[in-house]
């Protein structure tokens, strides 16, 4: 079975760091571009940070430039989240593209991870 699972998401003042985790399971990461979405709510689903099969092409949402990192390592992508802010909430999803796609676009990736719940609050 192809699962994608998040991981390391919770409740972070402003100002702090979190480090997500997006692991595969049923098939291996290597052969796919993985991309970081979130969604908060009553809003639509947003591109956050993607990067290539071998850690090459990463790409940011102006709204985390500096402040988030993405990398990969073996079977896990990890975004290190840092300098929080309350506009930060949102369920984060992590997604697989085969095609090496890492633009914004939810049509580019095949696989989605169930999501893991961001909140920063005070």
């Known amino acids: 079975q192809v699962q994608l699972v998040e991981s390391g998401g919770g409740l972070v003042q402003p100002g702090g760091s979190l480090r997500l985790s997006c692991t595969a399971y049923?098939?291996?990461?290597?052969?796919?571009?993985i991309g970081w979405f979130r969604q908060a709510p009553g809003k639509e689903r947003e591109f956050v940070a993607a990067?290539?099969?071998?850690?090459?092409g990463i790409v940011y949402a102006d709204s985390v430039k500096g402040r988030f990192t993405i990398s990969r390592d073996e079977n896990t992508v990890t975004l290190q989240m840092n300098s929080l802010n309350p506009e930060d909430t949102a369920v984060y999803y992590c997604?697989?593209?085969?095609?090496?796609?890492?633009?914004?676009?939810?049509?580019?990736?095949?696989?989605w991870g169930q999501g893991t719940q961001v909140t920063v609050s005070s």
């Open positions: 990067i290539r099969r071998l850690g090459e």
């Open positions: 049923g098939f291996t990461l290597d052969n796919y571009a």
């Open positions: 997604a697989a593209g085969i095609t090496g796609y890492t633009g914004s676009s939810k049509d580019g990736y095949n696989y």
